[in-house]
């Protein structure tokens, strides 16, 4: 047995693999002992195939960088032939793929070893996850009565808990970064078309939603990253190259940056004590180590991008609703309250509000892009630093997808975009972002700092992720043994 399976991140484990000092198989029955462990408490891994894990280990892994880690794929997206998916849905519970998606067959090329799916909310609109189709919440492995975050929650719980050192995961309003911030992990969020969508979307919500990875370290995510980016055959658009990988990126320090902090909301309200507080910390450690940091905030119009993605997911979820149905009528058994409101409240909308909508969040990204380059000329921020929540992790049953009432469940003063306001400002924009594991609450609880920065700069901001994990590591302190619940 692996002496501290569980806070090692997969580079080190596929070290270990390479010196010969342990078996991808061996590594693949410490994953399946923490889920019998684990996940009786988590509900937070499903659709496990461990007969494909063996047959694909004993079929010769690829060489390469994670060849023989342990790795589990999200139960939304991400479609792949030997793994069938419920997409957080009875509606489409047990779908199956003719072919592998583009971004699983570069996670495969890693030579990771896939055993299951990690759970989901139903239609990836929630920041929880507590899809009916798993027959329960999915908690958080350092409190059991609280979220892990959503739409990734199973990935964030199941790495946070070491079931495996990192898990996909995709984002397309902070489901990857708020999972991150709720479970103690780092979760980035590339540019717009970083990664492939095909050949099952051309873009997902309008080229707001893009894959992603909850990890334990930096590298983990910069080494995934580079494995994975790269448009696939018949993308509609790809993302500007970067400078250098990702890998390379944080090999050296960065450059010395403006830093704007915001300790309240993009539209000025106050956050949660223990979230401004880390906010500030986070402020003062990288004025310590010599960045340039001053108060600042985008005058962006956030309302109207708000309510432009509220449309936008309304419309995508009722046509996702409807390809599912196949003229079934929609009730409850087939799908949640949230998504017949959604479906409900998007046959409200004009015809042309679609378009004028995608118009709306094009024009948003115009004004974030101003931001960082100013029309003037002026110099603007590197980076805009904020909480990645407004709130620590809620408790469990506080998102759940009970109300048909969907504007509300989203924009409502108690809803989603009130308890997560900074993540999905940046899948509107398309710009880079990231959440990073640096507060804790007063009740222990992991609390995210979230650093973003302008289009195309993924190196850039990754590169100072490393930076703040080097100046104040993480890695060790996740949740898992020890905290309440799974002890």
Same mark, same amino acid.
Request: charged share 15%; net charge negative; with cysteine.
């Given at each position: 047995?692996l002496?501290?399976y *569980? ?6 484990l596929a070290a270990l693999?390479?010196?010969g ?6 590594l693949?029955d410490?994953?399946l002992?923490?889920v019998?462990?684990?996940n009786?408490?988590l509900?937070?891994v499903?659709?496990m195939?461990e007969?494909?894990?063996r047959?694909?280990i004993?079929? =010769?892994? %690829? ?5 023989g880690?342990p790795?589990?794929?999200?139960d939304?997206g991400?479609e ?5 998916s419920?997409?957080?849905s009875n509606?489409?519970r /047990?779908?199956r793929?003719?072919?592998d998606?583009a971004?699983f ?6 030579g990771?070893v896939?055993?299951?799916r990690t759970t989901?909310p ?15 919440p #999915?908690?958080?492995?350092?409190n059991l ?19 495996v050192p990192f898990a996909?995961? +995709?984002?397309?309003? =902070? ?7 709720s479970?103690?992990?780092f979760?980035?969020?590339p #540019?717009?078309?970083?990664l492939?969508?095909g050949?099952?979307a051309?873009?997902g919500w309008?080229?707001m939603?893009? !894959?992603g990875?909850?990890t334990h370290s930096?590298?983990d995510?910069?080494?995934?990253? /580079?494995a994975c980016a790269?448009? $696939?055959l018949?993308?509609p658009?790809?993302?500007p190259?970067?400078?250098?990988s990702h890998a390379d990126?944080? +090999? ?10 915001c *300790?309240?909301?993009?539209?000025g309200?106050?956050?949660?004590p223990?979230c ?6 986070a402020?003062?450690l990288l004025e310590s180590?010599?960045h340039?940091v001053e ?5 962006? *119009?956030?309302p109207?991008m708000m309510?432009?993605? #509220?449309d936008?997911v309304?419309?995508?979820t ?6 599912g ?11 949640e309250?949230?998504g017949r409101g959604?479906?409900?409240y998007?046959?409200?909308?004009? %015809?042309t ?6 118009g709306?969040i094009h ?6 892009a101003?931001?960082? *380059?100013?029309? $003037? ?5 590197d980076?805009l630093?904020?909480?990645t ?7 469990v ?5 009970t109300?048909? !009432?969907y504007l509300d469940?989203r924009m ?7 308890y997560s ?6 899948n509107?924009?398309?710009? %880079? ?7 804790? +609450?007063? +009740?222990?609880l ?7 920065t302008r ?5 850039d901001?990754?590169a ?19 905290t309440k =619940?799974?002890?």
């Amino acid at each position: 047995m692996l002496q501290a399976y *569980d806070v090692h991140d997969a580079t080190d484990l596929a070290a270990l693999v390479a010196a010969g000092e342990i078996t991808p198989c061996e590594l693949l029955d410490e994953a399946l002992a923490a889920v019998a462990r684990l996940n009786p408490k988590l509900n937070a891994v499903v659709l496990m195939q461990e007969d494909v894990a063996r047959a694909s280990i004993a079929a =010769g892994l %690829p060489q390469g960088p994670f060849r023989g880690v342990p790795f589990l794929i999200k139960d939304l997206g991400c479609e792949a032939v030997d793994f069938p998916s419920h997409n957080g849905s009875n509606l489409l519970r /047990d779908t199956r793929y003719k072919r592998d998606s583009a971004i699983f067959e570069r996670i495969r090329a890693t030579g990771v070893v896939t055993f299951g799916r990690t759970t989901s909310p139903e239609g990836g609109i929630g920041a929880a996850t507590e899809a009916a189709v798993y027959g329960g919440p #999915t908690r958080n492995p350092w409190n059991l009565d609280h979220t892990s975050g959503g739409s990734s929650g199973g990935s964030g719980a199941a790495v946070a808990a070491g079931i495996v050192p990192f898990a996909h995961g +995709s984002d397309g309003g =902070g489901s990857v970064r708020i999972p991150a911030s709720s479970c103690g992990l780092f979760g980035f969020k590339p #540019t717009r078309a970083r990664l492939p969508d095909g050949p099952y979307a051309g873009e997902g919500w309008a080229g707001m939603a893009i !894959d992603g990875f909850l990890t334990h370290s930096v590298r983990d995510t910069a080494v995934m990253l /580079d494995a994975c980016a790269g448009a $696939d055959l018949g993308a509609p658009y790809w993302a500007p190259p970067l400078q250098c990988s990702h890998a390379d990126a944080i +090999s050296r320090p960065p450059q010395r940056l403006r830093v704007a902090v915001c *300790d309240t909301t993009l539209t000025g309200e106050p956050i949660h004590p223990d979230c401004r507080a880390a906010v500030l910390a986070a402020a003062r450690l990288l004025e310590s180590l010599g960045h340039h940091v001053e108060p600042g905030r985008p005058r962006a *119009d956030v309302p109207m991008m708000m309510r432009a993605w #509220t449309d936008i997911v309304a419309v995508g979820t009722a046509l996702g609703i409807d390809a599912g149905l196949k003229g079934r009528p929609l009730t409850a058994d087939l799908v949640e309250g949230v998504g017949r409101g959604a479906h409900a409240y998007a046959q409200t909308l004009a %015809p042309t509000r679609y378009l004028q909508a995608v118009g709306q969040i094009h024009a948003f990204g115009r004004q974030m892009a101003a931001y960082f *380059d100013p029309e $003037d000329g002026s110099p603007g921020p590197d980076i805009l630093l904020t909480a990645t929540l407004a709130e620590p992790p809620a408790l469990v049953g506080r998102f759940a997808h009970t109300t048909e !009432d969907y504007l509300d469940y989203r924009m409502g003063p108690n809803g989603i975009f009130a308890y997560s306001p900074f993540c999905a400002i940046f899948n509107a924009s398309g710009q %880079p972002a990231a959440s990073v594991p640096l507060g804790r +609450s007063a +009740s222990g609880l992991p609390i995210g700092v979230h650093l973003a920065t302008r289009f195309g700069a993924d190196e850039d901001l990754i590169a100072l992720c490393a930076e703040l994990e080097h100046a104040a590591p993480w890695l060790g302190h996740q949740g898992g043994t020890g905290t309440k =619940g799974l002890a």
